[in-house]
């Protein structure tokens, strides 16, 4: 039976388009490949060959085009090598692009990984918005990104900051595997709201180092996202007082001050 033990897997970003990655997920024991949300086909299919690699499953999170736009030339690309595909998505986003619909609860099982994910429902960049979690591997689209969070396109800022919530609630050592490099800019809003946070401003420091010279921000941590990253700390006096100058009236910790600042952030 398939375990949580991840001793042995590798997630490397493939990346696509301006800012977006495409994680891909081998092991040390065979030449098989998961790929999570290939918006891109092109960048895939040369990754597979340059790295002698079968495609074997696909994990979407939501239905936008950047996260599952290479899926129809991904299968096409199979069909011609004979090799069986399965793609795992949301149940009521996807439903074209998906061989399997996934409900919160439901297993992902990757046989020849020896993985188990586990998914979680996160309704609010969309409404159908999933995530993949194993043991301290979190795969979670566009819902939440190291220093920010998703923009709320078809759910309810409610539905977004609960969905937050319960990933800021995993455990700390829990890899934020998210897929748009939105670090720096994100920790420019950070900082904007919540000055005076040393956590957050070395992490900035360290991040723009780390931009300068072209390299990924990812993956972060739940426990370095709850010490720097304003959307997980609505209940902070700091936060509330910056929510409560910028949108002009007293905030409530929570949802109220959430909403504020993620109203902020689109005009930021």
């Given at each position: ?58 994990l ?15 299968r ?10 399965t ?7 996807a439903?074209k692009a ?23 429902d996160?309704?609010g ?13 979190l ?18 800022a ?7 919530n ?13 897929t ?22 070395a ?13 990924i ?15 997980l ?21 929570g ?9 902020w952030?689109?005009?930021?």
């Open positions: 039976m398939p375990t949580n033990s991840n001793e042995l897997i590798n997630i490397n970003p493939i990346k696509a388009f301006k800012d977006n990655y495409i994680w891909a997920i081998t092991t040390k024991g065979n030449n098989f490949l998961v790929l999570v949300d290939p918006g891109d086909a092109t960048v895939c299919i040369d990754y597979i060959e340059q790295h002698n690699l079968q495609l074997d499953a696909i979407i999170t939501h239905h936008h085009n950047d996260h599952i736009g290479g899926v129809d030339a991904l096409d690309y199979c069909n011609q090598k004979t090799w069986p595909l793609v795992y998505g949301p149940a009521i986003e439903k998906s061989d399997i619909k996934l409900v919160e609860n439901d297993t992902v099982v990757l046989k020849h990984f020896n993985l188990s994910f586990t998914v979680i996160l309704p960049h969309t409404l159908g918005h999933i995530a993949f979690i194993c043991d301290d591997i795969f979670c689209g566009d819902t939440l990104f190291s220093g920010g969070c998703g923009r709320v396109f078809e759910g309810t409610k539905q977004m900051y609960n969905s937050l319960k990933l800021s609630k995993l455990p700390a050592r829990t890899r934020v595997y998210c748009h490099e939105y670090t720096l800019a994100n920790l420019s809003f950070a900082l904007a709201v919540e000055p005076d946070n040393l956590d957050l401003i992490y900035y420091n360290q991040v723009r180092v780390m931009r300068e010279q072209d390299e921000t990812l993956p972060s941590t739940i426990g370095k996202e709850n010490l720097i990253n304003p959307f700390r609505c209940f902070q006096q700091t936060i509330m007082s910056s929510a409560t100058e910028y949108g002009g009236q007293a905030v409530e910790a949802l109220e001050t959430f909403t504020v600042i993620r109203k952030k689109d005009n930021f």
